[in-house]
């Protein structure tokens, strides 16, 4: 069984930083995206940054120059730097993989982990 485990949330004031990570495990074949999301209360999820089948890289223009993502393909990891905080950075956050399993290729998300950005 597949398993996608967020860690590195929490609150921070504006203008701090948070590092989130991802790690998933069970039989996975290969990955073909890995990327993370976000839900503010009230909104749709949306994408924050990811990384694509081919290795195409996508920001949300409201985070580009403040975050970095990050991955490492063996270990089946992938990080979220999160730089110059803003509140309206405060969401849920998601981590999401497409991942090959047997011979099934299924999206899988992550719990979640809360990111507060407040004084």
Known sequence: QVQLVESGGGLVQPGGSLRLSCAASGN????????????????????????VDGGGLTYTDSVKGRFVISRDIAKKTVHLQMNSLRPEDTAVYYCTMDLLIGISRKIFWGQGTQVTVSS
């Open 28 to 51: 996975i074949f290969s990955i073909y995206a890995m990327g993370w999301y976000r839900q503010a209360l009230g909104k749709q999820r949306e994408l924050v940054a990811n990384f």
